[in-house]
């Protein structure tokens, strides 16, 4: 079965750091050609943070959150991370984990229906 778990997510004030992490279980992880961070605050559509391509080992981001987010991953432990430095209030969102298995060529990294595997969502406020 296929799940993704993400944790981490918590309130801090302007200047703080959370690490994000996002545990795949089943062939998930190991299948994945891309997965990726997506974010959600109230009143807003969903949006791409960053991802990375398996294979490649290509990291993406987002223009509001370069310089200031990384992505990475962890095989071993079949397991997605995002460290969020520098956290500004308007990074105040849902934070959810995707993933994909196929290669979708033409289909940008940050394009929500990109994805058919979502978690559940973990929760970062960021006060000023």
């Known amino acids: 079965q296929v799940q993704l778990v993400e944790s981490g997510g918590g309130s801090v004030g302007a200047g703080g750091s959370l690490r994000l992490s996002c545990a795949a279980s089943?062939?998930?992880?190991?299948?994945?050609?891309?997965m990726g961070w997506f974010r959600q605050a109230p009143g807003k559509e969903r949006e791409g943070v960053a991802a990375?391509?398996?294979?490649?080992?290509?990291?993406l981001y987002a223009d509001s959150v370069k310089g200031r987010f990384t992505i990475s991953k962890d095989n071993a432990k079949h397991t997605l991370y995002l460290q969020l430095n520098s956290l500004k209030p308007e990074d105040t969102a849902m934070y959810y984990c995707?993933?994909?298995?196929?290669?979708?060529?033409?289909?940008?990294?940050?394009?929500?229906?990109?994805?058919?595997?979502w978690g559940q969502g973990t929760q970062v406020t960021v006060s000023s």
């Open positions: 995707a993933a994909d298995q196929r290669s979708r060529t033409g289909i940008t990294w940050s394009a929500v229906h990109r994805y058919v595997y």
């Open positions: 990375v391509y398996f294979g490649r080992g290509t990291t």
């Open positions: 089943g062939d998930t992880y190991s299948s994945s050609y891309i």
